[in-house]
Every structure is written in structure tokens, then in C-alpha cells.
């Protein structure tokens, strides 16, 4: 959230206001006729079936397979929460990890649990732009399933 300085002038402060009121305005007015097209499109194109014995039963069909609406407002916007929540994520990582480092549970330098929380707190600048591939944690069991098979052989410990 942006807090101008005690100095501005209030009259400047009215202006950004009324101008970040109207984009919020014009964005909420975007996602409003996005939804109320959907709705129209599920209304009007798809249907409850309930099938007969060993037919799908109870489902919820779209007689339009692929023409529902396109809603680049309400994706930009769920987009942005990705974001955020992936940053707080990685707040959260990063005080965890430092809390159990000054708690005497990671055994390490204070340099080298400086650097990793760093790195957890800069890896949110590129989370926007990342692909939705980086954020399954399957890499990451990979990478600790080849520690743990190295630990076992007498390994790096």
C-alpha cells in the first residue's frame, strides 16, 4: 500500500486516491461482466444429467464443448493472488527457517543461513513471471530423494 509522506499536499493525495478508486472501479466492473457472462454461458449451455444404471449419473454437462467465455480479467486478477500468496510463501519459508537456525536446529553458519534465507526472499522477485512448472515441489523431492540415496551409500554428510 503506498502512504505518501506527511508532507504532500492533500489535495495531490485526494488525486491519487480518486485515480487508484477508479482503476479498482474500472477492474471490479471487468470481473462483475466477466462472471455475469459465465453465468449466462452455464444457464444457457449446460445441463444436470442423470444417467440411467452404468451411465455417468449426475453429472454436469456443457452442451458447447469449448465455447465458454473467455475471462482475461478474472485469470490477470487470480493471476496477482497467485503471486502474492507465493511471496508470502516464501516469507513464511524464510522465518521458518531462520527461526529454527537461531533456535539451534539447522547446524550452520550464521553467513550460510544468511544466504539461504536471501535467496527464499529474492526468489519472489522473479515469482510473476516464472512457469507454473517451478512451483511443484517435485523437484525438490527429487533432488532430497538423491540426498537421502547418497546418505545411505556413506555419502556427502
Not at 86 to 114: C, H, Q, S
Request: a negative charge; one cysteine or more; glycine letters at 6%.
Amino acid at each position: 500500500m503506498h502512504v505518501p509522506p506527511l508532507d504532500t499536499d492533500v489535495d495531490v493525495v485526494l488525486a491519487e486516491c480518486s485515480d487508484r478508486l477508479s482503476e479498482l472501479k474500472a477492474r471490479c466492473a471487468a470481473l462483475a461482466a466477466e462472471n455475469a457472462g459465465l453465468n449466462k454461458f452455464i444457464v444457457q449451455s449446460c445441463y444436470v444429467f442423470d444417467g440411467e444404471q452404468g451411465e455417468l449419473s449426475d453429472a454436469y454437462i456443457c452442451a458447447i464443448d469449448g465455447r465458454m467465455p473467455q475471462t482475461t480479467a478474472t485469470d490477470a486478477f487470480l493471476a496477482e493472488v497467485k503471486t502474492e500468496a507465493r511471496k508470502e510463501g516464501a516469507y513464511f519459508v524464510a522465518n521458518r527457517m531462520l527461526a529454527a537456525w537461531e533456535a539451534g536446529f539447522i547446524d550452520d553458519t550464521a553467513k550460510n543461513a544468511a544466504d539461504i534465507a536471501r535467496m527464499i526472499l529474492t526468489s519472489t522477485e522473479f515469482m510473476a513471471n516464472a512457469p507454473e512448472g517451478d512451483f511443484d515441489r517435485s523437484f525438490s523431492d527429487g533432488v532430497l530423494e538423491d540426498i537421502a540415496d547418497q546418505l545411505r551409500k556413506g555419502g556427502n554428510q
